[in-house]
């Protein structure tokens, strides 16, 4: 069941923004088929360091390995292609806002085909099937395929975008805050398709959030995240029921339940 | 008789940094051993210790001092310090934690958070289902309500989902956190049942029971606690 070598490794990542600290000497480990929370106030580190991981921006000291097979590859070593290669393969980013990951001006269908396209699929049949597949999964009516994502509302967007990520079958995906700024009853429905979806592909998974409910939902393990610093690590019910650093305890003493 | 779960010299204390650093001493060189087919009951008044024993034998708490050692795959593991993913792993085949409260994601039919740790162990879909739906029956939880989500359910029908999904594939080591508390007479007896069997067929338990006629019932052995004075 156990997979025995990590899928990435994180090695002493710092990224510093022209003096101030982005994120400082962090390490960890990802295992296969893990979700990996990363949660901390707002400025702690957590969006700059997940963007590092996913190779938008090199760090300026330490180095990010990802396993590719038996053969692990420090991804900031790689030359451009084969990095952008690996990131349309391999790993997949599900954005904050949709807008970001989405191609607005694509209908429903062409963003997600574009993501089938990219990893060489052509054969046209083949190809809406999946389309038509994954837009019932992702619980979008398959007669919108042809509309454009302009006219989706907020949730429909973030499930098409989490569509056009997971089609390509990554082994690993990143996400920004994915419930963000979506009203709750849209953000449940939105956990328990990701939920479902982790666990049917198999997904290893590293999602930033600032909401401890969405890490004690989604994630295996946790990161806390203090002034770019890791301050507590550890199994998600254990950091959240038992927190050992005064900061986490004011962040799990701070939420107020409904 | 096969050990299933040997826990010594635990030793827990709590630091709250935020109210002026009060360390509170709960636990101090407990141990445990624990055989295939027991029935361990925790008693103690209340502070004693006994919720935060049964978390610690979970990986839920991390014990300052102390192993908790428990059968595996045919070999013993120790839960405390071992990697998460591997902490996972027992959890979904070997440990389980049953408590009084059902914590799921809001819109998930009744249905099937029954199934999904079968599903999770590769049971099948069908398979599944039949099993989940024999047990919310034997719960007295009624068809109609299989396909909704337990949010608008009474405490005591949320109480019995998280009883049927626990017991539904039972795993061989259960901790029960006072799995009856709501309970009216009639579900008790179901659960009392439910438990007996498990344990018959070889499940290993720790369990906390408020009601003494349940503990009688059920216990094949009783642990006291005491409490502990703050440092």
Same mark, same amino acid.
């Given at each position: 069941?156990?997979?025995?070598?990590?899928?990435?490794?994180?090695?002493?990542?710092? !990224?510093?923004?022209?003096?101030?600290?982005?994120?400082?000497?962090?390490?960890?480990?990802? &295992?296969?088929?893990?979700?990996?929370?990363?949660?901390?106030?707002?400025?702690?580190?957590?969006?700059?360091?997940?963007?590092?991981?996913?190779?938008?921006?090199?760090? =300026?000291?330490?180095?990010?390995?990802?396993?590719?097979?038996?053969?692990?590859? =420090?991804?900031?070593?790689?030359?451009?292609?084969?990095?952008?290669?690996?990131?349309?393969?391999? &790993?997949?980013? $599900?954005?904050?806002?949709?807008? *970001?990951?989405?191609?607005? =001006?694509?209908?429903?269908?062409?963003?997600?085909?574009?993501?089938?396209?990219?990893?060489? *699929?052509?054969?046209?049949?083949?190809? !809406?099937?999946?389309?038509?597949? &994954?837009?019932?999964? $992702?619980?979008? *009516?398959?007669?919108?395929?042809?509309?454009?994502?302009?006219?989706?509302?907020?949730?429909?967007?973030?499930?098409?975008?989490?569509?056009?990520?997971?089609?390509?079958?990554?082994?690993?995906?990143?996400?920004?805050?994915?419930?963000?700024?979506?009203?709750?009853?849209?953000?449940? !429905?939105?956990?328990d398709l990701l939920r479902v979806l982790v666990r049917d592909l198999h997904l290893a998974a590293i999602i930033v959030t600032h909401d401890l409910a969405v890490a004690r939902l989604l994630t295996d393990r946790l990161i806390v995240m203090k002034d770019g610093h890791i301050i507590e690590e550890g199994l998600t019910d254990q950091i959240l029921d038992d927190p050992h650093h005064a900061y986490t305890q004011l962040l799990t003493s701070a939420v107020l339940s409904a | 008789m096969i050990t299933m779960l040997e826990a010594c010299g635990l030793r827990k204390t709590f630091t709250l940094h935020n109210q002026n650093g009060v360390v509170l001493n709960v636990l101090d060189h407990v141990d445990l051993d624990l055989a295939a087919g027991e029935m361990v009951v925790l008693k103690g008044p209340s502070g004693a210790g006994k919720s935060t024993l049964l978390r610690i034998l979970y990986g839920n708490y991390k014990p300052v001092a102390g192993a908790v050692r428990l059968r595996h795959d045919g070999e013993m593991v120790d839960i405390v310090g071992a990697r998460t993913s591997r902490v996972l792993d027992i959890r979904r085949r070997t440990l389980s934690f049953v408590s009084q409260f059902l914590r799921v994601i809001p819109r998930v039919a009744t249905l099937d958070i029954v199934k999904d740790q079968m599903l999770t162990r590769g049971i099948g879909d069908a398979e599944a289902t039949e099993r989940a739906a024999a047990m919310l029956t034997r719960l007295n939880l009624p068809e109609q309500m299989w396909g909704l989500a337990p949010a608008t359910f009474s405490g005591g029908e949320q109480q019995r989902v998280n009883i049927a999904r626990s017991f539904v594939a039972p795993t061989p080591l259960l901790l029960l956190d006072e799995p009856t508390a709501s309970l009216d007479p009639v579900n008790r007896d179901v659960v009392v049942e439910l438990i007996e069997t498990t344990r018959k067929a070889g499940s290993a338990m720790v369990g906390i029971f408020h009601d003494d006629a349940v503990s009688s019932r059920i216990a094949t052995r009783v642990m006291q606690l005491s409490p502990r004075k703050a440092v």
């Open positions: 069941m156990i997979e025995e070598a990590p899928l990435l490794r994180a090695q002493n990542v710092t !990224r510093l923004y022209g003096g101030r600290v982005g994120c400082r000497d962090i390490s960890f480990s990802l &295992w296969p088929g893990e979700v990996l929370g990363v949660v901390g106030e707002s400025g702690s580190g957590k969006t700059t360091l997940l963007r590092s991981l996913a190779g938008f921006e090199p760090p =300026d000291e330490g180095a990010i390995h990802f396993r590719h097979g038996t053969e692990e590859h =420090d991804i900031y070593a790689l030359d451009e292609a084969s990095r952008r290669a690996m990131m349309r393969t391999e &790993w997949g980013m $599900v954005h904050q806002n949709p807008r *970001d990951g989405l191609r607005l =001006d694509v209908s429903a269908g062409g963003n997600i085909g574009e993501s089938l396209m990219a990893r060489g *699929d052509r054969h046209y049949g083949k190809m !809406r099937a999946r389309i038509t597949d &994954w837009l019932q999964r $992702v619980e979008i *009516d398959s007669s919108r395929i042809d509309d454009s994502p302009q006219s989706f509302s907020g949730g429909m967007q973030q499930r098409l975008q989490i569509a056009r990520v997971l089609v390509a079958e990554p082994r690993l995906v990143f996400m920004d805050e994915p419930t963000g700024g979506l009203d709750v009853s849209v953000q449940a !429905r939105l956990l | -």
